[in-house]
């Protein structure tokens, strides 16, 4: 494969968050990005601006599946294959700082729609681009430690770790359905503790741009990794479902 990668990142368009600094990282390391966003982003128009045809941004909601099928026709338009697909969009409801008893239950189906089912609407609908990238296909479901079921010491945050530990078996239920299949590798990462609303008192140790530079070179290690446990750090280290 050559050193040009064409990468796509779901949930791309705050310039603060995890999602603008990948496509910002793989533009600056010369890959075409695709960058999915579910309305206009003035911030990545300005990297359009810069980068031309190596950034196609395009419109896509991953709670709807007829959003995602729409995206996936208009993007085989532009290019023939994707060599890495980044699912970090994420959704919670204003209850989700709340406890079991204050909690608006039903927010939490909401929640895990968008937030494990997304990225398995996505997986599917562009699966044929992955298919064809020339080497292994990475897919990476942006995860996090609060949705680890063995750590867990929560009480807070319901619909976020029950989202995340389901994107967790989703990636474990479909690299089973890969298995013997080294064309495509999937994982799910917890990206670290990051400043992703932006603000310098927040007291997480990375920034949006660190955290992005140091998922850059994990992936690349793990690209041809199909022995390992399907739940990492951003450090490299497994950690448990
Ligand atoms: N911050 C941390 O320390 C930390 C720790 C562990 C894991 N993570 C994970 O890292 C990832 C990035 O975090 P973040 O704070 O940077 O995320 P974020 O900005 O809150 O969310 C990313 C994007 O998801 C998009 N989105 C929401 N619903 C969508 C939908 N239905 N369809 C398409 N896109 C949708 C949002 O788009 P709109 O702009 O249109 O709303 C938003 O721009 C997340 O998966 C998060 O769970 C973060």
């Not at 709670?63 to 994420?90: F, M, P």
């Not at 400043?195 to 920034?207: F, K, Q, V």
């Not at 290690?221 to 399907?230: I, N, S």
Request: net charge negative.
């Amino acid at each position: 494969m050559g050193n040009k990668q064409i990468v796509m990142v779901t949930g791309a368009g705050r310039p603060e968050a995890l999602g603008f600094n990948l496509v910002l990282r793989y533009l600056e390391g010369g890959n075409r990005v695709i960058a999915t966003v579910r309305k206009y982003s003035p911030k990545l128009e300005v990297l359009k601006g810069i980068y031309g045809d190596d950034l196609i941004i395009l419109k896509m909601d991953i709670g709807i599946t007829d959003s995602v099928e729409r995206a996936a026709q208009e993007l085989a338009e532009k290019v023939d294959h994707i060599d890495i697909l980044i699912n970090n969009a994420v959704s919670v409801s204003p209850d989700c700082d709340k406890g079991f008893f204050d909690a608006n239950l039903d927010y939490i189906a909401g929640t895990v729609d968008i937030t494990a089912v997304g990225p398995m609407r996505v997986i599917k609908a562009f699966y044929s681009l992955l298919k064809n990238s020339k080497g292994t296909a990475l897919i990476i479901n942006i995860s996090s430690e609060a949705g680890s079921i063995t750590k867990s010491g929560r009480t807070a945050q319901i619909e976020y770790c029950m989202a995340k530990a389901a994107l967790n078996m989703a990636t474990v239920l479909i690299a089973n359905t890969f298995k013997g299949d080294t064309s495509v590798n999937i994982f799910c990462v917890h990206p670290g503790w990051i400043r992703t609303d932006g603000r310098s008192d927040n007291p997480a140790p990375l920034s949006s741009y660190e955290a992005a530079g140091i998922l850059q070179d994990l992936f690349e290690k793990r690209r041809e990794d199909f022995t390992g446990h399907r739940f990492i750090t951003n450090e490299g280290e497994d950690y448990p479902y």
